[in-house]
């Protein structure tokens, strides 16, 4: 069965860097596009970002575009972000999600249980 297992979170100071892992196992991961979102107390979930299926293509949400870097290993069947200058708007629950496509299509068919990641001083 898939199964998408995220780490790297924690608390962090305004400014600070933490780097999330989705560690995936059940499915083909090379030939899936892989997505973070994530969810902050009392609002919606919002996508962040996205990558396609071979790593070649990356793309942000206008809130964090030029701050977070995705990537991924296929060898390791693993994806991260990379969160720098980070602020207290980062507060939120960060998930995984596999996209339903190799290109990001932004709809997802399977997510993990996420990451809590805390922005304060």
């Known amino acids: 069965q898939v199964q998408l297992v995220e780490s790297g979170g924690g608390l962090a100071q305004p400014g600070g860097s933490l780097r999330l892992s989705c560690a995936a196992s059940g499915f083909t991961f090379s030939s899936y596009a892989m997505n973070w979102a994530r969810q902050a107390p009392g609002k919606g979930l919002e996508w962040v970002s996205g990558?396609?299926?071979?790593?070649?293509?990356?793309y942000y949400a206008y809130s964090v575009e030029g701050r977070f870097t995705i990537s991924r290993d296929n060898a390791k069947n693993t994806v991260y972000l990379e969160m720098n200058s980070l602020k207290p708007d980062d507060t939120a629950l960060y998930y995984c999600?596999?996209?339903?496509?190799?290109?990001?299509?932004?709809?997802?068919?399977?997510w993990g249980q996420g990451t809590q990641v805390t922005v304060s001083s």
């Open positions: 999600a596999k996209d339903v496509e190799a290109y990001v299509s932004r709809s997802y068919d399977y």
């Open positions: 990558i396609t299926s071979d790593g070649s293509n990356t």
